[in-house]
């Protein structure tokens, strides 16, 4: 659904009405609190010094986590990488761009001279070099898919705390391995789905949980892009060797730094394959694992962290008349266990009883973007980009309203209970001290600050309580849950997850996988 400004705008402020009220002591103590996130996810200033981390993959998600990583929980003091142009673009990120931009760079995230830099930061050729600095404490992995769990595996083993990007790994049986080796040790493993740190998903589960939109059976996620405007040169489109050349952000062009790499000594088989590594089986894991893991991470998430029952879906590479192996679109349906109010609990012994989320990707139209909607019996909540949240209320029997521009308060039945109204007369003053408190917390963050302080925390207040709150079982869930729905998508068919699938213990996985 694609809302107009003067739609958006009742919309956010009809979340903000409800936050006034559903979480009115929460926002009142968020609002006093040195930082919002360390407040809401239960973790306070770090005591001692930052944790020290090395980067290994500086390519555009790695490039995230330094600019959004707070240098008093942890500081990169060691990188890594393999392409000339990605060495050069997080040592100086991106030009032009401002202070606060998500490609900073060691240089302006720092504040550091040349000479600075040369001093304080260390570059290694090979990760392995980087693994054996023994003044480093985290690893935080950013690489290509198909390394994940390789470079993992020897990260835990030479005794270090680990993040690792999504998918934990490109396969179930790795995941497995990795969970494991996780669990033995006495070292933290987090997993980059950064939606568990959102101020904003915390905020928008508080009001599922209080049954503000009644009886949820629908939620409809989606990431779409337009992939298909031809790339100008000098005005014209660009062909090369007779291909038109599109604006598909995992198939840019090649930087010159990066044209003369020695490829095949990294272990790939073509220079498009190392640059281009989403694009092919070998190295990646397509829509569902690159994008669509983590839109059924948030749904799961709004679910109460709920395991799916059974998947189905279709994809087509219908557009891009290029190699890769990948389809450009998918389309699929899974079946959760019926969701019950208030506490976020889950029936699950009707099998009749039962929650649809539906995840569209698509190449060639960017109508919506990305987001998810969550539809209940007495409303709409709109989360769009981890940005912004809008809510709608359902019209009653009998009440002729346009709810897409009708302004509602919030109504507390009880005191895990809320209902929107039509009126102020139930709420008093809660609406504009909602919006207030809600905007002091800084509910627009996307978690990435958030995730990393934690692990940082946890690191430096060992005790069995104190863990990340994606690690590696709860990656596990989400990359069973990915990497089924492709398989259904491989074999259009309708898959029943399995329990054992979802077990540490257990090496069964999906057929095919």
């Not at 555009?60 to 060495?87: C, K, M, W």
């Not at 835990?156 to 934990?168: D, P, Q, R």
């Amino acid at each position: 659904m694609h809302l107009s400004p003067e739609h958006k705008k009742t919309g956010r402020q009809n979340y903000f009405n409800a936050l006034g009220v559903t979480r009115r002591d929460f926002l009142k103590a968020a609002a006093v609190a040195p930082a919002a996130g360390a407040f809401y996810f239960g973790y306070t200033q770090l005591s001692g010094d930052p944790v020290r981390a090395g980067l290994i993959g500086t390519g555009h998600q790695g490039s995230v986590l330094l600019s959004h990583s707070n240098p008093e929980y942890l500081r990169f003091t060691a990188f890594s990488d393999i392409r000339p142009s990605q060495i050069q673009r997080i040592k100086y990120g991106d030009e032009g761009k401002p202070l606060d931009a998500e490609h900073q760079g060691f240089l302006r995230k720092y504040d550091l001279s040349e000479v600075q830099f040369e001093q304080e930061v260390q570059q290694y050729d090979d990760y392995r070099q980087l693994l054996e600095d023994k003044s480093i404490e985290l690893v935080v992995i950013a690489l290509p898919l198909h390394l994940h769990h390789q470079v993992a595996v020897e990260a835990l083993a030479a005794g270090k705390h680990v993040f690792c990007e999504t998918l934990m790994a490109q396969n179930l049986g790795q995941c497995k391995e990795l969970a494991r080796q996780a669990a033995d040790s006495d070292l933290h493993f987090a997993v980059g789905h950064q939606r568990h740190y959102s101020i904003l998903y915390n905020n928008a589960l508080s009001m599922i949980e209080t049954n503000l939109l009644g009886d949820v059976r629908h939620i409809r996620a989606l990431w779409h892009r337009n992939n298909s405007w031809p790339v100008l040169h000098n005005t014209e489109p660009l062909f090369e060797n007779g291909i038109l050349q599109l604006q598909d952000s995992w198939r840019e062009a090649i930087p010159t730094p990066d044209l003369t790499m020695d490829y095949q000594s990294h272990g790939y088989e073509s220079l498009e394959e190392l640059v281009w590594w989403p694009l092919y089986r070998r190295t990646g894991g397509g829509l569902m694992a690159e994008s669509g893991s983590h839109q059924l991470d948030a749904c799961s998430l709004l679910l109460g962290e709920s395991r799916p029952l059974a998947v189905s879906g279709i994809g087509s590479k219908s557009y891009f008349e290029d190699d890769r192996e990948v389809d450009d679109h998918v389309f699929v349906t899974l079946e959760y266990p019926g969701f019950e109010h208030p506490q976020g609990k889950h029936q699950g012994s009707d099998p009749n009883d039962i929650v649809i989320v539906t995840y569209s990707c698509l190449g060639t139209n960017a109508f919506e973007n990305y987001g998810e909607q969550i539809m209940g019996t007495r409303g709409t909540m709109f989360i769009e980009q981890e940005q912004d949240v809008l809510l709608y209320k359902e019209a009653e029997p009998g009440e002729t309203i346009n709810p897409s521009l009708t302004e509602v308060v919030v109504s507390e039945k009880a005191a895990d209970q809320a209902a929107m109204v039509t009126s102020a007369s139930d709420a008093g003053s809660s609406a504009s001290s909602g919006w207030a408190q809600a905007n002091a917390t800084g509910v627009s963050g996307r978690g990435y600050r958030e995730q990393l302080e934690h692990l940082a925390w946890c690191i430096r207040n060992p005790d069995s309580e104190n863990r990340p709150r994606c690690g590696a079982g709860t990656a596990l869930v989400n990359a069973v849950t990915a990497v089924t729905a492709d398989l259904a998508i491989a074999k259009r068919q309708r898959i029943e997850f399995k329990a054992e699938w979802f077990d540490v213990g257990s090496d069964e996985v999906p057929d095919g996988v």
